[in-house]
């Protein structure tokens, strides 16, 4: 089995980065946790790339683009063929009302 690589892209750095800096403004040991289990979880996506559902806010989505959740946070990625790539960490907050 050929596991494909996890890369992250700048937007979805940005946005972890962006977030770490809210959380720790209240809390640095929370940041760096939430931060840390992010990583950790999207480092996992090559055992699995499939374990998740479909991004039900990405039209068209043929089946490559995913997300999980970790703390209040949606992960999107995509699979493509030799990669596994982070699209975004958005707060579900921000979430896009589906019609």
Do not use: C
Request: charged share 30%; net charge positive; glycine share 2%.
């Amino acid at each position: 089995m050929v596991l494909k690589k996890v890369v992250w892209s700048e937007r979805a750095k940005l946005s972890l980065k962006a977030h770490f800096n809210k959380i720790k403004e209240d809390s640095p040991n929370a940041a760096i946790r939430v931060k840390t289990e992010i990583i950790e979880a999207s480092k996992q996506l090559n055992l699995h790339p499939e374990k998740y559902q479909l991004d039900e806010f990405y039209p068209n989505n043929t089946g490559n683009i995913r997300r999980f959740f970790r703390w209040s946070y949606r992960i999107v990625y995509e699979i493509i063929e030799n990669s596994i790539d982070i699209l975004n960490v958005i707060h579900i907050s921000q979430e896009p009302i589906k019609e």
